[in-house]
């Protein structure tokens, strides 16, 4: 156990639908980045935050959305789902601040998501 | 910017040796180095520092050339337990005081009896 805790792990959903991915990072973490895994493109950097403010922005599509919240907690939000955002999502989290550098991550166990 | 890793894939029989790379085409401020087993997720293996050093995990190690830009890791004497995609991620500064550490397509290591 990594200490990062994502939910759901297996997600089955529809063409059009919206989905919400949550995790929760490592007690004392404070930076939380989502990463989406397909079969081609590797990890593929979606967005990052650091106590609840964004702080970078990856290759996201507008229509998925990103909050990290008071608890430092973090929801990643994919709407109007099409066939190819079938991936695995990775949440992971650092204990340095985004600005120092070094940003040692530890990943979740990932949320697949299937969009049928 | 995405590093480009090579080789794509490799094949070793245990106690064999093999090399992987990871460019990229802009400066960088870290070079990291992550293995993800089948179906689990990436693990932080080191993390390499501008200044030329190497590092090492038990019998992996791994050098960064700052100037090339260019980072390898090495597997030594390879053990079944190393099979597995190895990713490079390298971090930039964004000129904005903030960094994003951005990984290649991995490279999948498959080591047999």
Redesign the interface.
Known sequence: DSGVTQTPKHLITATGQRVTLRCSPRSGDLSVYWYQQSLDQGLQFLIQYYNGEERAKGNILERFSAQQFPDLHSELNLSSLELGDSALYFCASSSRPYISGANVLTFGAGSRLTVL | Q?PVQSPQAVILREGEDAVINCSSSKAL??V?W?RQKHG?????LM?L?KGGEQKGHEKISASFNEKKQQSSLYLTASQLSYSGTY?C?T?R??GA??????????TKLSVIP
């Open positions: 995405q401020y870290s990291h992550y689990e997720a990436p693990v932080f993390i520092l990713f991620g971090e500064g964004s005081g903030s960094y994003q550490l951005t990984f290649g397509k991995g």
